[in-house]
């Protein structure tokens, strides 16, 4: 009975290894903004002076996807939170010219002017139109890219809007 029992317990130690082995990220140790080296580090300002922060600038939120997602809709989203507090926002970003592959944004890019979402979902009541600023694209690793936001500011109002600052690394949307 001892043969089998310690046979049975080096298999599943084999298969625990496995599953971790299996979760890992194959960016390790490299700062391209994928897997464990996320660049996401964003900032939003609302005209109140109440800041959000990407979840990416949050160490307890590294285990999970803290980047940007790329749709098949057209818009690159991502979740932000209070600086305050946990309240989670969802910032979307509605392309201005369908772009829908990793490929779409070479290096140098430039997004435009396009339309926004902040809020904890996305409506019109949400919707703020571009103001000022820019956001491009700084970097594409084939498997995602990085948007560097310049004080990018957007308006829902003559009295509201928001400045957007910092990067985004974005990945196509998975699906878990």
């Known amino acids: 009975m001892k043969k089998p029992y310690s046979t049975i317990m080096m298999l599943a130690m084999m298969v625990a290894a496995l599953s971790l082995t299996a979760c890992g990220s194959d960016d390790d140790g490299n700062n391209d903004g994928g897997g464990s080296g996320s660049t996401t580090s964003l900032t939003i300002v609302k005209s109140n002076g109440d800041k959000y922060i990407s979840l990416g600038s949050l160490e307890w939120a590294s285990e999970y996807n803290v ?3 790329l749709t098949d809709n057209a818009s690159i989203y991502c979740l932000m939170t209070y600086e305050k507090g946990i309240s989670v926002s969802y910032l979307y970003i509605n392309l201005v010219n369908g772009e829908k592959s990793v490929n779409d944004f070479p290096s140098g890019y430039d997004l435009g002017n396009p339309t926004v979402n902040f809020g904890t979902y996305k409506s019109s009541e949400n919707k703020y139109k571009y103001a000022s ?5 700084v970097s594409n690793n084939g498997k995602g890219f990085t948007l560097k936001f310049d004080s990018y500011k957007a308006e ?4 509201s809007n928001i400045v957007i ?3 985004m690394y974005v990945e196509k949307e998975k699906f878990y």
């Open 67 to 69: 980047n940007g997602s």
């Open 133 to 137: 600023g820019a956001v491009k694209v």
């Open 156 to 159: 829902r109002s003559s009295s």
């Open 165 to 167: 600052n910092g990067t």
